[in-house]
Structure formats: C-alpha cells, structure tokens
C-alpha cells in the first residue's frame, strides 16, 4: 500500500509538473505537427500554442487547413498568393500580424490573400509535396517561395535518425532526381506503432522535455556536441552536389507546376553564403524565374545579418519580417 | 568541517584560504581577550577594535573597493582604475557572524579554546552562504551535545521536507517570476502601468521565495544533522507596520543590527531624535551591508526613516485600521525593492515611472497576473513553510510531501540544466 502511495504520489508530481511547464514561461512547446504520409508532418488544425524562449514568449495559431493564420478575412473573390518556406517564414516567435503573409498583405493593400504555406526543417524539395497536397492552386495567382540557404539547409534532406528529431520535427518525404525532369519521391516512413506513439506523447509538455532530457545526458556521456543529430561534416568541407540536385529540380518542378496552372512563379532567396548565393541566382535566371537577394538587399540598405535575427534564435524579428514585405512589395510588381 | 570546506571551495577554491585565514584571525583575536581578561578596558578596546576593523577592512577591499573608486573618480574627475575584484562568496555573512562573535567574546559572554570547535561555527555548510547569522551561543552547546551525534528518524523527515519546500520555492517560484522581474527591470525602455506593477510585485515575491526558500533549505539540512537553526523568516508580507517587517524579514540581520549597531549607537536611550537618528544610520549601514552602489544605501534609507516614522506615530499614539496599515507596508516594501532590484537608478525611476502611470496603462499578460494573485495569496493567508512543517509532524503526510515537492523541484532542476538555461544563482549570494 505505501509503495502504491509513493508511486502515486510520484505520478501526482509530474503531472503537475506539466502542467506547470504548460503555464509558466518555462513551456517547450508541444507538437505543433501531425503525421502526414505525404510530407511526412503537417500542422494541426484550428491549433494555437505559446512558443517561447529567452528572447520571446509568443502565440501563434493555425487555421482549419494548418496554415499560418491571417489576420485578415479570407475574400473568396480574391485571388491567392501561395507562400512557401521553412520556420523562417512559419515564423512561430514573432507576432502573427507581422509574419511576412500578414505584412505582405498590407503591403499589397489587400489586394491578393497571402496565404502562409511555411513549415519549419522543410526545403524545395518539400515544398513542392506541399503545393500539391495542400495548396488549393486554381485559386492561386502567384507562388511566392523563399529558399533560405544559411548554415541549417539541407538538413532536410540528410538521413537524421528519426529519435533525434524533436517534437516539431520528423522524417520528411526526399525527393530523387535524376535530372530536372525525372524524379523518384522517397515517402515518409509509415505510421508505425512507435509514431502512433509519439503522435500521442507529443501533446504533452513533458514530451519534449524528456527527448531534450534524453538528448542533453547522451551527449554528456558521448561527448557529442549540441548538433549531433546533423551532419558532422564541417559547413565548409561539405559536399553539396545532391542537395543542389534536389533543391534545382524541386524549384524546376514547382515551376512546371505553376506555368501550367497560370501561376507567377517567384524566387525569395536568404543565403548569407554568397558562393551559394551565386549558384542559385545563375539557376533562377536560367530558368527565367523572378527573385530577389534578400542579402543583397540588406547589403544595400547597410543593414547587418547580426541585426535581423532574435538573440536567442538565428530566426528573423518582427521587424525583420516586415522589412522583407516591403523588399519583395518594391521588386515584384503582382498585377491581378 | 572539512565537509562544509568542501562546499565552499566547490564555488571557487581560491577563496578557501581567504575564509581560513578571516577564521584564524577572528579565533586569534578571540584568544587574545582571554589572555587579556585581568588586563585593563583600554587593552581589551583595542583589540576588539583591531578586530572589528580587521574583518571591516576585509569586508571593505572586497566588497566597496570599487564603489568607492568610482565615486572617488566621479567627485574629483581622477581616473583611478577599478580593481574588478570577484566578491568572495559568503564574504558579508562569514564576516558579520565573526563581529557578532568578537563582541560577544570582548563582554565575556562567550568564550571558545577549541580552534576546530570555532571553525565549524563560522563554516557549518548549511548556514554558511547565506545565513542565518548564527551566534555562538546557539550553536556550539547542539555541536556538543552526544544526543545529536545520533542519526534521529525524526529530524531526517523534518529535515527533508523543510530542504523540499526551499528547494521548490526557489527553482519553481522564485525562478518563475524572476523572469517576469527581469523582463521589466532589464529587457525595456519604458514600461506602462500594468507591466511595471507585473515586474515590482514579481520581483518582490521573487526575493521572498528566493531567500525564504534558502533559508528553509539552509534549516532542513542542519536539521538533518540534529542541528537546530534559528528561524529567519515568519511571513514578512503579513506584517501590519515596518518595524513588524523587520521582525518577521531576515530575523537574524535584524538582531544583528540592533544588537551590534543601533543598541551601541545608542538605541532609544537619548531622546526621540536620536532615535530616530540612530534608526537611519542603522538602516544606511543595512542598505551599505546589501550591496556597494547607492540605490541599495537609498533603499536602506527609505527603510530607516519608514521606521523613525512610525516610532514617530506611535508616539503621537496614532491608529490605522490593520487592514489599511498592512497594505500600506505592503506598498511601502513592494516600492522599496525597486531600489532594491534596480542595477542602476534609471532602471529604478524606469520602473516607478511606469507604476505611477506616467508610460500608459500597457497589455495584462494573463499568466503573470495570475501567478502574482495566487502567490499573494499565499504569503498573505496560508501559514509559512515552517509552520507547515511543523504542523506536519513527522506523519506519513510529511513524506509524501516532501516527495512530492521534491519530485517536482528536482524536475524542474533538470529543466534549468538541459536548457543550458543555469538557474537563477540565490539572491543573497550577492551580498
């Protein structure tokens, strides 16, 4: 009997634990994913959450469809501008009238609805899963994808030990091309036992306080650094030769897709990487598809890469994203 | 002792001779009053007052060199260099104790042979950090006595779930709102009404659990070597007046100062003016003891006319309804800690600007407020830790609590770990 008492008692503990963890600034965050056999995860419904860090302690919700929300009414008589990206543009730290969907909005005067299509840890080649799953295209007008090449990209794209993703991520659907036209989709791993499992877990706080617990012991014993779960190549001696494979025909096909559903095709690119930079530049112009450098625009107005991001976090302020609404408002023109 | 060594040398073992040798002197001079117990009251002065000055000049170079520097610099525009010095942990309290001992042994009202026996007294690990200051008396005839050699079943449980209930106030209350705190104190400009009372009223039940909370963790493990501490906090957020405060706040630096500054001074012995004369020097010296910069010796100001003020009402034999008097102390000491918190008086005038409405009405962040309602209510009507203990007794509830607290707090331990975001460190390190 007192052992059962012990035990729960113990059970009593945690869970008050998370509750605590729920409604204190210490929360984690729980999943703000569910499993998707197409793209691996997608956002949950009608969901709203509190993320917070050092630096910031911010709501964010998605609508019926797991998009970002807006903070304007949807207008069926308008058209769209599908927007995709990765946690840059999902943008779950910053206040939601500023994420760039919501400023671009403003910033075209309402004439278009911007829709945020943004996850984070995804790529070109998952965003071209995601237009074709989620995205209501004959409504679309224009497709704004940013691609942003800083230290984290193609981290999509290597083979992660699904245990080491966290809450919010999860193995994602790859994409092989053989050349720009030709391509073999890689599907997530099924929902097996154990992501039924872990589809259930990550409702709670102490879900992502146990693998980060797990996480930060293992690499005490091992040695292992903060990022063992990415690649332990170092960024300079990196080959990247097949994640240009797939990011070029993934951007290819998501122009195919949008030529032949009339949709205008742009290019936002964030590479602090000005070798990348060139790379991908000289693929858009081949291509004819309209971008614009955000570096290099930051360039011009003198403003540094240090001033645009959280403290805490390498993702971009409030202000920040603002900024890029008025950039891309002064380089693409979008006529009805 | 070799123990209560350890744990202090864990922080940084370059101190470790430094409180050896503040020991060595102390246990020397004490020595010395013995061996001058026929002499003459001059000889017997003087060396209090080598000693006395010994641990002021110790206390003074660690801890005030650079204020005085800067304020040096700023009256006379010299450019003398500041001497950086990294405050020893322990330094105010290890020292004060010692003083406190000193006198005592120049009245002959404690007297020690034993060079170890004097050595656990200052270094006892439990009370050595933060307090409470100790006096000789009450500690040495516990370390003594055969019975508390003895592992008691009794104390162990008491012990354990005193150390909890600390441990939870600090790593899951006061660390919660530290937060809050800080974001007022030190992430903004301005602050409006509603977010500059948020960041006060966090910070003042913060210090409380912060300090109340070590202070338990302090009492439970001397309890679980039979040791007996004394208490130094009794619900300080219910006193009805200032002076009531300070017997219920930091107990044993209130009865450190009237014994050994505002008594020798001349207490309440000369007049009403000297008193209240003696009260703000008391208090200025309060302020100086907390920390080296002059919102601390402004908030020990504040502090020390509050209480000539209401010597000065009692006097007058005035009333106030206690509800009105406890909210009233309640404001006072929720405004004073400003000065209290504020690294530098822009931070300070920042705040009061804001809480006096100056910045606008500002957005209610609801988990804060609520937070701040709850533990309000706690500090105001629930009884305090130890009285919980108390009334506890030992029964099987108690280890259940104290499991369950425990669980938590160790919990929320690992949470600070594993977010490479260190716990707050204890308020009272600092001083």
């Keep these: 009997m007192k052992f059962l008492k012990i035990i729960a008692t113990v059970f009593l503990s945690v869970v008050s634990f998370e509750l605590f963890l729920t409604y204190s600034p210490f929360a984690g965050g729980v999943s703000p994913v569910r499993y998707d056999p197409d793209v691996g995860m997608w956002h949950k419904s009608n969901f709203h959450y509190v993320y917070s860090k050092d630096c910031y302690n911010t709501e964010y919700a998605f609508d019926e469809r797991g998009l970002i929300k807006n903070n304007y009414s949807y207008n069926p008589d308008k058209q769209d501008v599908i927007i995709l990206g990765d946690s840059y543009i999902e943008a779950l730290m910053i206040k939601n009238e500023n994420i760039v969907h919501n400023s671009l909005y403003r910033e075209y005067k309402g004439q278009f609805n911007f829709l945020n299509y943004g996850l984070g840890g995804t790529g070109p080649t998952q965003h071209l899963e995601i237009l074709k799953k989620f995205a209501d295209i004959q409504q679309a007008k224009y497709l704004i994808e940013f691609i942003s090449l800083d230290e984290g990209w193609g981290r999509d794209l290597e083979e992660v030990d699904p245990g080491e993703f966290g809450w919010s991520n999860r193995p994602l659907v790859h994409l092989k091309f053989s050349d720009l036209d030709h391509f073999e989709i890689f599907k997530p791993p099924s929902m097996d036992m154990k992501e039924r499992l872990r589809e259930f877990l990550a409702h709670f706080e102490l879900y992502g306080y146990s693998k980060k617990t797990l996480k930060y ?23 990247w030769s097949t994640n240009w494979d797939q990011i070029k025909g993934s951007v290819y096909q998501i122009n195919k897709l949008s030529k032949a559903n009339h949709i205008g095709h742009r290019v936002v690119v964030f590479s602090p990487d000005r070798n990348h930079n060139e790379v991908i530049s000289q693929f858009l112009e081949q291509q004819e598809i309209p971008f614009v ?10 403003i540094g890469l240090n001033s645009i991001t959280f403290e805490c976090d390498g993702h971009w302020t409030d202000e920040t994203h603002r900024l890029f609404a008025r950039i891309i408002r002064s380089k693409f023109s979008l006529e009805n | 002792m070799g123990a209560s060594l350890f744990f202090y040398g864990w922080w940084a073992p370059v101190y470790v001779p430094l409180i050896l040798g503040s020991i060595i002197f102390n246990y020397g001079i004490s020595r010395a009053f013995l061996f001058l117990e026929s002499a003459n009251k001059v000889s017997r002065q003087t060396c209090l007052a080598i000693g006395v000055l010994g641990n002021l000049t110790l206390l003074g170079y660690f801890k005030y060199a650079d204020f005085f520097i800067e304020n040096l610099n700023w009256a006379f525009g010299s450019k003398i260099e500041l001497l950086y010095l990294i405050l020893p942990l322990a330094i105010s309290f290890f020292t004060f104790q010692q003083i406190a001992y000193l006198v005592d042994s120049y009245k002959g009202e404690v007297k020690e042979s034993n060079f170890l026996n004097y050595s656990l007294f200052v270094l006892f690990f439990p009370q050595l950090i933060s307090g409470p200051i100790v006096h000789h008396n009450e500690m040495m005839p516990q370390f003594h006595e055969p019975l508390k050699r003895r592992v008691n079943i009794k104390n162990v449980l008491s012990g354990l779930l005193v150390f909890f209930i600390g441990l939870f106030k600090k790593v899951v209350v006061a660390d919660t709102f530290a937060i809050w705190a800080s974001r007022g104190f030190d992430a903004t400009e301005t602050v409006a009404l509603i977010e500059a009372w948020i960041a006060s009223l966090s910070f003042t039940l913060q210090l409380y659990f912060d300090f109340s909370g070590y202070t338990d963790m302090a009492l439970g493990a001397a309890l679980l070597f039979n040791i007996r501490l ?12 200032i002076r009531d405060f300070w017997r219920r706040w930091h107990m044993t630096l209130s009865r450190f100062l009237k014994d050994y500054i505002y008594i020798p001074l001349g207490g309440n012995r000369s007049g009403s003016l000297r008193t209240y004369i003696n009260l703000i020097a008391t208090f200025l010296l309060c302020g100086l003891w907390h920390g080296a910069g002059w919102t601390f010796i402004f908030w020990g100001a504040l502090h020390g006319m509050a209480l000539a003020v209401h010597r000065f009402w009692l006097k007058m034999n005035m009333k106030m309804h206690y509800f009105l008097a406890g909210a009233l102390t309640f404001l006072f000491v929720n405004f004073s800690w400003v000065f209290f918190r504020a690294e530098e008086w822009k931070d300070a005038t920042k705040i009061l600007t804001g809480m006096l409405g100056f910045n606008g009405l500002g957005i209610l962040e609801i988990t804060p407020a609520i937070y701040i309602i709850f533990f309000l209510g706690v500090v105001w009507k629930t009884q305090n830790s130890l009285q919980w203990a108390e009334q506890m007794n030992n029964g099987s509830r108690a280890i259940y609590l104290a499991l369950f607290l425990g669980a938590f707090a160790i919990l929320q331990l690992n949470n600070f770990q594993i977010s490479n975001d260190n716990a707050m460190e204890f308020l009272y390190f600092n001083f």
Excluded: H, W
């Design chain 2, 230 to 241: 004394p208490k130094n906090f009794n619900s300080p957020y219910k006193a009805l007046n």
């Design chain 1, 293 to 302: 450098d955000l570096v290099g625009e930051l360039e011009k107005l003198g």
């Design chain 1, 217 to 239: 012991y293992k690499n005490k014993l091992t040695g292992n650094g903060k990022n063992s779960g990415i690649s332990k190549i170092p960024y300079g001696l990196r080959d």
